[in-house]
């Protein structure tokens, strides 16, 4: 599938995806060990799932027993309109990366980033300009070994 790029504001991106990602920070969190790798069978609790979603950005994270929701709009120059195949995306990366880039940049109000999903390679791109340059590109995992979420689980 070829890419699709969406524009959204870097504080707002930011809160969808720490509020989103709050289980998954937890749970890596807790199964982080600084003197021995933990190899566990359940990687995709670490991660966030991004999806697309008409108009706006979700970002969700669970612990298998609840989940946690964070979203943000797309909102400038016409590029979140619906492919012409009105399909969607969803992409599940690893929180902590995610989040520690997103963190280290500059927090100017109303700054935007250009995200851009390539589906075919299940990579993430993040572009930030406001005076310097920093593209970040993430390796995701299939959406399709996240649990399919609960709505009524929703917290």
Known sequence: MSKTTNVTRLNEFSDAVKKGGKLAE???TKHRDSTVTINNGLPILKC????RRDHHIEAVST????FVLGACYCNTRNMCELPESGEHWDICIPF???????RALPKNKGQELTITVNMRQKTLSVHYVNGITMTATFKGI??????????SRIV
């Not at 902590?96 to 997103?102: I, R, S, T, V």
């Open 26 to 28: 937890r749970y890596a």
């Open 48 to 51: 966030v799932k991004l999806s």
């Open 142 to 151: 299939d959406s399709l070994e996240f649990p399919v979420v609960d709505s």
């Open 96 to 102: 902590d990366p995610l989040n520690d880039w997103l």
């Open 63 to 66: 612990n298998l027993q609840e």
